[in-house]
């Protein structure tokens, strides 16, 4: 059987722990362990501490974190900041930003690339969908909730609404 390549476009990834992560990290495991596919992963970096977090490898660059690997997994880090609390919005005017989307378009360019994303309420999976539209790469989205998220303001919820 031949590999498939899967770019998983995240809000985030281990060592940040929720229920989106661990799912995320529980296909990443299924997919590599059972050899079915080539994956990287790509999320955006909020300046989380990953110190303590049994990483095997942060590489930087012009002290901005590029990526890291940890448990034989590679996470590309895209700079940003939270727009508001827990919706990450890139800071697509830096230079690493398109650095990492060249990464992900030289691994794309491989045969049978498929884009995912999770969650529709996250920036990250509109950046993976206008990705996958752009270089014409089939594009599978993973839901995991239904709702908009309220926040402790009602600007805040109009907002990530």
């Not at 031949?2 to 995320?24: C, D, M, R, S």
């Not at 501490?49 to 012009?62: G, H, M, P, R």
């Not at 508001?84 to 830096?94: E, Q, T």
């Amino acid at each position: 059987m031949n590999k498939v390549n899967l770019i998983q476009f995240l809000p985030y990834f281990p060592p940040h722990k929720w229920g989106l992560e661990t799912v995320a990290e529980e296909l990443w495991n299924f997919y590599t362990k059972n050899n079915y596919w080539d994956v990287i992963n790509i999320t955006f970096d909020l300046g989380q501490d990953y110190n303590n977090s049994n990483l095997e490898y942060i590489f930087w660059k012009n002290n901005t974190k590029i990526w890291y690997k940890s448990k034989n997994y590679t996470v590309y880090l895209l700079p940003s900041f939270d727009l508001v609390f827990n919706f990450p919005f890139p800071k697509f005017w830096k230079k690493e930003f398109f650095e990492i989307l060249k990464i992900a378009w030289d691994f794309s360019k491989k045969e049978k690339t498929t884009i995912q994303t999770h969650t529709r309420f996250s920036l990250s999976s509109f950046l993976g969908w206008l990705f996958a539209k752009f270089h014409k790469l089939k594009w599978v989205h993973i839901e995991h909730w239904s709702e908009y998220v309220l926040l402790w303001s009602k600007f805040k919820t109009k907002c990530a609404y």
